[in-house]
């Protein structure tokens, strides 16, 4: 089942401007994390976020987190060619059987030079 | 450091074979353990989940199945492939079940 849906699908920047990635998920989370997938390779975990944050960076990326809004953003900054991937919400929401990471249908960036 | 393998990498499959995918953890115990199936241009599926050997939990009912039979080995299995099964299957590991994942590089199943 999907929980996290990434919006917009896909997003075309110049080199040099700020990408801004949404993600809205439905239920009570435990957290929630960005990942990046290059295209045909498995993801790469970018930042966490916890429920009870409300704003996190690391390097040239910025996420925030609104749980009355059930929302994350990912701010990518000063984009790069080389930030051209796929972007992944994943939310580690409680279930009949436990936690499990769910994730959202990505965000396609294209940066062009 | 830990690592993950996971192969083959491509795979063509006539439609009505068996599968068998391997996934591999170095260098961490007791793992949880996660299979997911990515279509085409879209999300994730969470296919299967494991915290310990010999416990699987399946997330969508299909003809797929999963193995642990060790604690660091994750088996995806089907008895006959259908079309519909064809995907880029990605494995991943994580030390807790809400904790950041680590994937392995993906299996790119096509079923023909």
């Known amino acids: 089942s999907q929980q996290g849906e990434e919006d917009p699908q896909a997003l075309s920047i110049q080199e040099g401007e700020n990408a801004t990635m949404n993600c809205s998920y439905k239920?009570?989370?435990?957290?929630l994390q960005w990942y990046r997938q290059n295209s045909g390779r498995g993801l790469v975990h970018l930042i966490l976020i916890r429920s009870n944050e409300r704003e996190k960076h690391s390097g040239r990326l910025r996420v925030t987190l609104d749980t009355s809004k059930k929302s994350s953003s990912l701010l990518i900054t000063a984009s790069r060619a080389a930030d051209t991937a796929s972007y992944f919400c994943?939310?580690?929401?409680?279930?009949?059987?436990?936690?499990?990471?769910?994730f959202g249908k990505g965000t396609t960036l294209s940066v062009s030079s | 450091s830990q690592t993950i393998h996971q192969w083959p990498a491509t795979l063509v499959q006539p439609v009505g074979s068996p599968l068998s995918l391997e996934c591999t953890v170095e260098?961490?115990?007791?793992?949880?353990l996660y299979w997911y199936r990515q279509a085409a241009g879209r999300g994730l599926q969470l296919l299967f989940y494991?915290?310990?050997?010999?416990?699987i939990s399946s997330e969508v009912p299909q003809n797929l199945s999963a193995s642990r039979p060790q604690d660091r080995q994750f088996i995806l299995s089907s008895k006959k492939l259908l079309l519909s099964d064809s995907g880029f299957y990605l494995c991943?590991?994580?030390?807790?079940?809400?904790?950041?994942?680590?994937f392995g590089q993906g299996t790119r199943l096509t079923v023909v």
């Open positions: 991943a590991w994580s030390v807790l079940r809400a904790s950041e994942a680590f």
């Open positions: 994943a939310t580690a929401a409680f279930n009949q059987a436990g936690t499990a990471l769910i």
């Open positions: 494991s915290v310990g050997i010999g416990q």
């Open positions: 239920t009570s989370i435990n957290n």
């Open positions: 260098g961490t115990s007791n793992p949880n």
